[in-house]
Every structure is written in structure tokens, then in C-alpha cells.
């Protein structure tokens, strides 16, 4: 697959007017009453678990009751971690690969299938808008650069989520909720800086009437570039700026939010990305725990390197009802998108033709049934329609049973599908690929089970087992007798399991330890008997195993001390060592409005390489030590 950045179109200008029109639109905010940082701070055990989380059930539940394998990073979890950007943020999560290839490329995954071209099956939501691209299959890191400050939390399912997020939710869904304008009053300044990555960004929120709120804020970062073996430089390094803003109006049982964000980023190459987004929601009580919420949305991203140039625009309209009935809660609702997407390569292979629009809709349902007091039957289904691929179902059935006050258990079984990207389908260069407008969707069958519960009053656990079933899964074959033309097709099956855990222990008042165990196991083959050129890398380039501790101390005199290490096995093809790396982070609170803090990353190694972007094709971090501060008022 080819990584491009962007350059601008001329078509950004001209539709101020759409983004206009979309201003009007309205929606609702998913989050719930969110949770202030200082409700957060030193929350207990049993705290943490009634914390609601809404990407499970699609409306708020608490965590302890959620049927599924979901982590929750909170806005003091970001802080306190030192981490300058999204995908570092999410290390915090024991449920994900996360793996840095270059200085501008990461790639995130849960339950396998990651690597440079395989990072295709995790669904990633800001603020209810998906930010998965349909023309790639994966999801841009580099243009996320979410001001860290405003999220509120990230809730991260290792595990399909089909049936209420739509295809590509196939092994996870990452939703990440972002603050109420009206918990970011007032001004933040929150500056870093080190001799390998800075970064600096300014905030400042107030009121407008009785019933509004607004923040607007702007950043920018630069992150040094990555070493090639040897030790010289990968001179990958790159800056960029963003700006945005949020504003929130609620007034009787209305509750109104408008959002939007503009970037402009540029690497050492002169590869360039443009892009923004502009978001309204609306959100009605109803009355005895019924609402209705509506969404819509835009964004654009433009990209350019030299000889390619790219560009996506989404348009999205989706809607959704919750209500009882009975020991009945259901949520049902539907979603339309428009993509409109450009490419164009100077040299093949490339997509014929250069342009499409795909309209996809959807229309879902889902339904939990108290059984009894402790028992509770969910099961729903979500019906997809695409001009490109057609039509597909996803349904799932989730149990889960409070056998005490302090321990739940649940089970699941789930349908979920990768759709075809114009990559799978029309990319090609003559003579060597053809064309693939027969490929289908890659297919998952998933089974789960878990425990959550609280074996002391200071100790948390929770642990869930998997396994997956695959079929049509992408492989790459040749067309006739001869090796080319090749062509994609749906050849390779196979199966995935695995054990996800992860557990708190609250040592003393002032002293959190946090471990989590992460094991994979998969076993693929081709159908057939074709030969797949694609293999092994078409399975993804997973550790084995992967295991996550970290110390998190209240010190006297208002100092805090955290300290993380993670240990990853070695990858199989392309080949890497298994490593172990830590970062540590030490913060003093000056004043309640002034905090200072030293932040380092790959403190075990300088040159620490994650994964490889093809054989023999290795970057390596660099450590980074940076001072940071922050000034709020």
C-alpha cells in the first residue's frame, strides 16, 4: 500500500458553504455526564469500575456491567503518562498493539492482523465520527493530533463492535470522547519541549447567554526524526499546526454541541497534509430514560508526496432512539455516509478509475433484556448497504450475569466483516496486477467470554478469552500459469485465540501498580491450495505475547512519580527481536494552577526499532526527554 501525504485542493475554499450547511445540523454529545479531571484524581477501585462507558451498548452503562473487553484510559491516565500524541496515549491500553514505524507512521491494531499493510480491521471514533478511511483500510495516526488535554477519555474494545458501529469495527473500536466545553473554562497553556519532540498548545474556554459554553484552541508540535541501522539519520522528521474549536448550549432537555478542527502538517520530504472536520450534534430527553440523538458531519484530508496525490471527503447524517420497554431497553437507528474520494499516482500501480463515490447506509437495532435482577440477554443486528460492495449483515448476542455485587461474568458471539477498499479492488498496473472487482469482505465469526470483578477492596481484575474465526481473508495470487498478471482475491482462512487481562492494585493510598497481559495465538492457511505472494505478511506481523506494568506514586510535597514498562515479543515476518522498553514521568504541582514535570521515553534503549516497514527496512525511536509545562487559570 502506498503512504501518501497531502497537498491542497482547490476545492477546500469552495465548500465553506457545505461546511456552513452543516453548522445547522445538530447532534448529540455520546459521553454522557463526563467526568471532570478532578473527579478522576484518586478515584478508588470501586470508583474507577462505575465510571459509564458508552461504546459497548451505544448509551451509558457502567464498566463493571459492560459485556465486553473494554479498557478505559481517563484524562488523568493521559496526563500523568507525559504522552504527547494519540498513539502514544493509547500505549496505556493493555487491549492494543501499538507500533511506531516511522516518525510519521504508526500502526494500531487489537486481536492481530497489524503491520505496514495490514492494519486494516480497527474502527477509530472521535467524537461519534469515524475517522477509519474508506479509501485505505486504516486509519491515519498522523493527522489525528488531538489536543490531549480535552479528552475526556478513550474507551478502547478489543473485540468486533459491528453491530452498533458497522463494518471494519472487525477486532476493535476506539472511541475517543473529547471534554464539554463547559469542563475547559477558562485559559491552559501546556508547553514540552526536548532536544527530539516539542510540542505546545493554548486553550481558553468561556460562556455565551445562560445556557452556553465555548473553548477554542490552537497547537503545534514537531517530532524529530528516526534512526536507520547504524545509528544515522531516517530524516523523517515533521511539524505541523492545528486549530479547532467546541461549543455546547443545553437549555430544558435539549443539549446542542458544534465542534470543528483545521490542520495543515509537513514532513522533511515535503510531504504535505491539509485537512479539517465540522460537526454538529443534538441530543433530546425524552423522559423515562428515553432520548433521541442526531449527528452529522464533514471532513476532508488531502495528501501529497511527490508523484501521488490523494484526497477523501465525507459527508455523514446518523440518528439513533433509545427507550424502554418493559425489562426492555432498545436502541435502534441508522446512518447514511457519502465518501468522495481522488487519486492519482504518476507511476503505476495506481487506481483506475482515479475517482469514486460510494454511498453507504445502515439501519440497527439492538436489545437488552433483564432476564432477571442479575441476568441480562443482548442481541441485535445491524443491516449494511454499499453502492461499491452491497449488502452485509452484523448481528451479536451478549450475556452477562452479576454473580455477586463485586464479580460479572459474560459471553459473546459476534459477526463482523472488513469491506473492500478501492485498493482491494481497483488498483492495478498492466501486466503485473490486474484489477479485483470480485473481491468480497473479509468475514470474522468471534467467540468471547470474561470476567470483571474486584477480588479485594483494592485490587481490580478483569480478563477475557477469544476465539476467531476468519474466512476470505485478502491474499494475492497470480492471475494465469505464469507468476503475472497477479491479482487479490479471498483465499486464506484460519483462526485467532487469545487471553487479554489486566488488573489494579491499590498497594498504599498513594500507590497504584496497574499490570497487563496481552497472548496471541493464530493459525492461517490458504484455500485451495493457491499461493498466496502475500504470505506470511497477510496474516499481520503480531507478538506472541505482550506484557504492560506501571507505577503510579502520589508523593509528598505535591509531587507525583509514574514509571512504565513494557515487554514485547519478537515478530516473525519481517523479523525483530523481542525488547523490553520503559518510560517515566515526574511531575510537581507548584500551585494548584502551575504544574512542571520531566518526561522520558525509551529509556532502556536509544534506538529502539517496533516494527519493520518491509524485510530489512527498519526505523528505530530515538529517546526522548522533554520538560513540560502547564498553566492553567
Same mark, same amino acid.
Given at each position: ?75 488523568? #491516565? /493521559?496526563? !500523568?503518562?507525559?504522552? &504527547? @500524541?494519540? %498513539?502514544? *496515549?493509547?500505549?496505556?491500553?493493555? +487491549? ?53 488535554? #480535552? /479528552?475526556? !477519555?478513550?474507551?478502547? &474494545? @478489543?473485540? %468486533?463492535? *459491528?453491530?452498533?458501529?458497522?463494518? +471494519? ?465
Amino acid at each position: 500500500m502506498t503512504r501518501t501525504t497531502v497537498a491542497p485542493r482547490q476545492g477546500w475554499p469552495a465548500r465553506r458553504r457545505t461546511i456552513a450547511a452543516l453548522l445547522l445540523a445538530v447532534g448529540l454529545p455520546h459521553a454522557g455526564a463526563a467526568e471532570t479531571i478532578e473527579q478522576l484524581q484518586g478515584l478508588s477501585i470501586e470508583d474507577l469500575g462505575n465510571i459509564n462507558v458508552v461504546s459497548v451498548s451505544r448509551r451509558p452503562e457502567p464498566l463493571s456491567d459492560a459485556a465486553a473487553s473494554i479498557y478505559v484510559i481517563t484524562n488523568d #491516565d /493521559i496526563r !500523568r503518562s507525559g504522552a &504527547i @500524541s494519540l %498513539p502514544e *496515549a493509547l500505549r496505556l491500553a493493555p +487491549n492494543l498493539e501499538v507500533a511506531r514505524l516511522t516518525a510519521t507512521t504508526w500502526v494500531i491494531s487489537a486481536r492481530g492482523f497489524n503491520g505496514a499493510a495490514d492494519s486494516n480491521k480497527l474502527l477509530v471514533l472521535l467524537d461519534g465520527r469515524s475517522i477509519y478511511s474508506p479509501l485505505f483500510s486504516t486509519v491515519f495516526w498522523d493527522q489525528q493530533q488531538v489536543m490531549l488535554a #480535552d /479528552i475526556d !477519555r478513550i474507551e478502547v &474494545i @478489543s473485540g %468486533p463492535g *459491528a453491530t452498533l458501529w458497522g463494518a +471494519n469495527a472487525v477486532n476493535g473500536v476506539i472511541n475517543i470522547i473529547t471534554r464539554n466545553s463547559a469542563q475547559t473554562q477558562g485559559g491552559l497553556v501546556d508547553l514540552k519541549a526536548g532536544p527530539v519532540d516539542q510540542s505546545g498548545n493554548v486553550r481558553y474556554g468561556g460562556r455565551f447567554g445562560d445556557n452556553g459554553t465555548y473553548r477554542v484552541y490552537g497547537s503545534g508540535f514537531g517530532f524529530g526524526f528516526t534512526d536507520l541501522p547504524g545509528g544515522h539519520s531516517a530524516d523523517d522528521g515533521w511539524h505541523g499546526a492545528q486549530t479547532g474549536f467546541r461549543s455546547d448550549w443545553t437549555r430544558n432537555d435539549d443539549a446542542v454541541t458544534m465542534q470543528g478542527d483545521f490542520y495543515r502538517n509537513t514532513d522533511s520530504m515535503n510531504g504535505r497534509q491539509y485537512g479539517g472536520d465540522i460537526q454538529g450534534r443534538w441530543q433530546r430527553n425524552l423522559g423515562d430514560g428515553a432520548n433521541l440523538q442526531v449527528q452529522t458531519s464533514f471532513d476532508e484530508e488531502q495528501r501529497v508526496i511527490v508523484g501521488t496525490t490523494d484526497s477523501t471527503d465525507n459527508y455523514d447524517l446518523q440518528a439513533q432512539h433509545t427507550f424502554s420497554l418493559g425489562r426492555n431497553v432498545i436502541v435502534w437507528g441508522g446512518e447514511y455516509r457519502i465518501v468522495q474520494d481522488d487519486y492519482v499516482q504518476a507511476v503505476f500501480p495506481t487506481l483506475i478509475p482515479p475517482s469514486r463515490t460510494l454511498g453507504i447506509g445502515d439501519l440497527f437495532a439492538q436489545d437488552s433484556v433483564a432476564l432477571t435482577d442479575t441476568i441480562k440477554l443482548t442481541f441485535g443486528n445491524k443491516f449494511e448497504e454499499s453502492n461499491y460492495t452491497g449488502f452485509d449483515f452484523l448481528p451479536s448476542v451478549r450475556l452477562g450475569w452479576k454473580a455477586t455485587d463485586s464479580t460479572f461474568l459474560w459471553a459473546a458471539v459476534s459477526r463482523s466483516v472488513r469491506t473492500p477498499s478501492r485498493l482491494d479492488r481497483d488498483l492495478q498496473a498492466p501486466g503485473i496486477l490486474l484489477p479485483a472487482p470480485d473481491f468480497e469482505t473479509e468475514k470474522l465469526i468471534a467467540y468471547e467470554v470474561g470476567f470483571r470483578g474486584k477480588p479485594s477492596e483494592t485490587t481490580s481484575l478483569s480478563v477475557s478469552l477469544y476465539y476467531d474465526v476468519y474466512s476470505d481473508l485478502r491474499t494475492l495470487t497470480s492471475a494465469g500459469n505464469t507468476l503475472f498478471p497477479l491479482q487479490l482475491s479471498n483465499d486464506r482462512a484460519g483462526t485467532a485465540a487469545g487471553i487479554e487481562a489486566w488488573g489494579d492494585w491499590r498497594a498504599l493510598p498513594w500507590w497504584k501498580l496497574t499490570l497487563g497481559v496481552n497472548l496471541l495465538n493464530k493459525h492461517f492457511h490458504v484455500k485451495n491450495g493457491a499461493a498466496d505472494q502475500l504470505q506470511p505478511t497477510s496474516d499481520g506481523d503480531d507478538p506472541g505475547y505482550q506484557v504492560f506494568f506501571r507505577s503510579s506514586m502520589d508523593l509528598p510535597h505535591n509531587v507525583e512519580f509514574d514509571f512504565g514498562v513494557r515487554a514485547i515479543d519478537g515478530l516473525i515476518d519481517p523479523a525483530l527481536a523481542s525488547y523490553v522498553q520503559g518510560d517515566a514521568r515526574i511531575g510537581w504541582h507548584v500551585t494548584p494552577a502551575v504544574e512542571v514535570s520531566l518526561t522520558g521515553s525509551n529509556l532502556f534503549g536509544p534506538n529502539q526499532a517496533e516494527m519493520p516497514v518491509a524485510p530489512g527496512q527498519v526505523y528505530a525511536e530515538r529517546r526522548s526527554i522533554y520538560l513540560g509545562v502547564r498553566w492553567t487559570w
